[in-house]
């Protein structure tokens, strides 16, 4: 890797901000790309990467300003309800998943679709989460999200910006590029206005083309889009819920967490395996745990019980816990085991806030091979 001087990099503009310093770089004409590091390095290719350098590349298309409010009862529509506490956060999947690797000690970066002088760019690097930022023409959604104090939450979300050809194909060679310095590429979440539905299906393939790994995190029609490009578009993990499985697989997703609630997981199993070429399929299943599905294995995992707080992120900490003991070689029944103490660890904490490593090694997890 090689470090340079701010002033040795191509056209650029310089902020201060917090007490640390950011900047733009033209470095794929005529859209910018946004860098905040501790340490300022130009963008490098493949041969300019250090060997032996892992790295957890997550890619968020639909970013969001994520403002959580808790309520001090139920949601009463139609009515006033008062708020208690209220949070901000710069979120979307793909950013949460690069806060949590990052608090654990992981190298991670965050792609994300941005100005630099958006809020969302602020808050990362007021958070110090390392991310690279496109920048686009309009800025990043809010989302709102109402936790009660049972631990239910209801999300209000905005559509997000609209990409247009030119910004896209900046994102995508952004993403590219990085993943030659990468284990894996995650992708998560909805896409925005103005990105085909077979986006993730299409970027699978061509970052195959590099030989990274890569996961995706997605429903509704993208995730319907995967399944028709299997086994060609096929990811190394995927990470849905039973709906989502039910999508992917033809079969009805309510079917199988009612199986599963009864302790049936045969045939969440069976649901799974029809997806050919995925190596590692995630189902997350609630309150029933969750199970890993590989070509010949398969284990359920399920943990103590916790109070549930908020749900917020709690998918996103799975999945990354899943990567993280991946990325320290752990074997699959363990990435499965990690994967559910951080969700879990997660859902336990109020509002958007994600887990450390030592509140997701309290949880207890249990796990049988199937």
């Known amino acids: 890797m090689t470090w340079v001087p701010l002033t040795s990099c191509c056209p650029m503009r310089t902020h201060q901000m917090s007490g640390k310093v950011f900047f733009c770089c033209f470095i794929w004409l005529p859209l910018l790309i946004c ?81 630099c002088e958006d809020p969302l760019v602020i808050g990362l690097q007021n958070d110090d989460i390392p991310h690279l930022a496109v920048p686009i023409r309009a800025a990043t959604r809010t989302n709102l999200t109402l936790t009660e104090p049972d631990g239910t939450t209801t999300k209000i979300n905005e559509p997000g910006a609209h990409l247009s050809p030119d910004e896209l194909a900046a994102i995508e060679q952004a993403v590219v590029t990085k993943a030659h310095e990468a284990t894996w590429v995650v992708m998560s979440g909805s896409l925005p206005p103005g990105v085909p539905a077979a986006w993730y299906a299409a970027m699978t393939e061509r ?62 199993v069976s649901a799974a395996r029809r997806l050919h070429g995925i190596e590692n399929v995630l189902v997350t299943l609630g309150g029933a745990g969750a199970l890993l599905v590989t070509e010949h294995d398969a284990w359920h995992a399920r943990f103590e019980p916790v109070e549930v707080r908020s749900t917020v992120g709690a998918g996103d900490s799975s999945l990354a816990g899943f990567l993280l003991a991946h990325a320290r070689g752990d074997q699959p029944e363990t990435c499965l085991r990690t994967a559910v103490a951080w969700g879990t660890a997660a859902a336990a904490l109020p509002g958007s806030t994600m887990p450390t490593p030592a509140q997701a090694d309290a949880i207890g997890v249990s796990l049988v091979h199937l």
């Open 207 to 268: 970052l195959h083309e590099v030989g990274v790994k890569v996961a995706v995190d997605t429903s509704d029609e993208p995730l319907h889009e995967l399944a028709t490009r299997l086994p060609e578009a096929a990811p190394d993990l995927i990470k849905p819920n039973s709906v989502e499985l039910g999508q992917l697989c033809g079969a009805d997703g309510k079917a199988l967490e009612t199986a599963a609630d009864h302790g049936d997981f045969n045939t969440v």
């Open 35 to 115: 860098h905040s590091f501790q340490h300022i390095r130009c963008v490098g290719t493949a041969s300019g990467i250090d060997e032996g350098v892992t790295v957890i590349v997550t890619v968020t298309l639909n970013p969001s300003i994520d403002r959580t409010a808790g309520l001090s009862g139920p949601l009463n529509r139609g009515r006033v309800n008062r708020l208690g506490s209220c949070d901000e956060v710069a979120a979307g999947k793909g950013v949460n998943i690069s806060r949590v690797l990052h608090g654990a000690g992981v190298d991670t970066c965050a792609i994300v679709p941005a100005h």
